[in-house]
């Protein structure tokens, strides 16, 4: 068996400083940067994955090279969270990931697991498939995607999955989706994995059997997913919790690497990297909510939407009272500087607020109606700890 080489690395290792349970080093510190990190939406992006794989294996260059797509089977495993900065942090916990081939490739805009996984899906960019966050405004209403409610409830019905997100799952191919049982009916699996064969897992032991199963039912394409080291990270932050997290996830690479039969390949990705941002929280000064309407999106990545007329007040006041640990931006210099990808639909920009709000260092934006859990890891702006991600590959 062939793992192709080591991973490339731009990361200077000795600079880490340790496994970042701390969260310091390059999980909280050295993120804070002059402009964003604009995804790569024409090169190294996760939307581009799967049409190299299964379209124009040209696509991949050399971060993902046309052997790959010539496989007769693939696997592509997903794993929610695994940053490319956190994974060089956490070398000594992860031998399998350190001996594959590849190196870093950049998620979408923002950087969090609804739109990441829908461009992985589709493989088009934010602006073309229009789930442009966590949360989005949708009329009065704001969408949480990943359990397709609203303040009023369940909105499957009233925003059908389907016509919300319209671009053609996996090329119009019809792979088998392993993915956690739960997620079968959901709202955001009908929008983003229509067209595949679902085949759920309640355990990581049993998501390896479906994987397996998938192989040896011939299979040209197996479409996985895991949540672990994200939720570890939202929950508990970039100890020694998310570090076990690492080697765990490490350690099922290595099993679907033992799976694969002659002539496949496996391929490893992530929809995000993910920040420690313990408590450093940040409250709108009274100027900005005073003008805001609606917020949506998520605590790293805000939009702030406001009365017809207003959004040049907005703006001047997010940029006077947040702009030293963040990137305000009107909607216009979103669009125009590609931070969504270089289109953006008519239904997306409907979609979108009057000024975002984007955090530099590792600090989160509170929206007081979002409520639910405190969470110490984050995700969601555009710093290259979020935006970069593993693309490595094995092959038999």
Do not use: K
Not at 23 to 41: A, L, M, T
Not at 341 to 365: I, K
């Amino acid at each position: 068996m062939s793992s192709g080489g080591s991973p490339v690395s731009d990361v200077d290792s000795s600079a880490i400083g340790g496994s970042g349970i701390d969260g310091s080093g390059i999980d909280g510190s050295g993120i804070d940067n002059v402009e964003p990190h604009v995804p790569d939406y024409q090169g190294a992006c996760v939307s581009n994955v799967l049409p190299a794989i299964l379209e124009v294996p040209e696509l991949g260059g050399d971060w993902l090279p046309a052997a790959t797509s010539q496989a007769r089977q693939v696997v592509v495993f997903v794993i929610d969270g695994l940053g490319w900065h956190q994974l060089e942090a956490r070398r000594s916990l992860t031998p399998t990931m350190n001996e594959m081939a590849g190196g870093p490739i950049d998620t979408v805009a923002p950087s969090t697991t609804a739109t990441a996984l829908t461009s992985i899906c589709t493989g088009v960019s934010p602006g073309e498939h229009g789930v442009v966050g966590y949360r989005i405004r949708v009329g009065s209403e704001t969408l949480n995607v990943l359990r397709w409610t609203t303040e009023n409830g369940d909105a499957r019905e009233r925003i059908v999955p389907a016509s919300f997100q319209s671009s053609d799952p996996f090329l119009g191919r019809t792979p088998t989706v392993v993915s956690r049982s739960e997620f079968a009916e959901s709202g955001f699996s009908q929008a983003h994995l229509m067209g595949g064969t679902f085949a759920g897992y309640r355990t990581t032991a049993s998501m390896l059997v479906e994987i397996e199963q998938s192989i040896a039912a011939g299979q040209r394409l197996t479409y996985a997913y895991y949540d672990g080291v994200d939720r570890i990270g939202h929950e508990y932050g970039h100890g020694r919790h998310f570090d076990a997290e690492y080697a765990f996830a490490d350690g099922l690479i290595g099993a679907i690497i033992d799976r694969l039969p002659p002539e496949a390949a496996l391929v490893v990705t992530a929809d995000h990297g993910q920040v420690h941002t313990g408590d450093q929280l940040h409250a709108f000064h009274p100027d900005v909510s005073n003008l805001v309407q609606a917020m949506s999106g998520e605590a790293r990545f805000r939009w702030l939407h406001c009365a017809p007329g207003r959004a040049s007040d907005l703006f001047d006041a997010a940029t006077a009272h947040h702009g030293d640990h963040a990137w305000v931006r009107t909607v216009d210099e979103i669009v125009e500087q590609g931070v969504l990808g270089p289109h953006v639909s008519t239904e997306a920009r409907q979609r979108l607020g009057d000024v975002a709000v984007m955090a530099r260092g590792v600090g989160a934006f509170l929206d007081p109606s979002e409520g639910g859990p405190g969470l110490i890891g984050r995700h969601g702006s555009v710093t290259p700890a979020e935006v970069q991600v593993p693309l490595l590959y094995a092959s038999t």
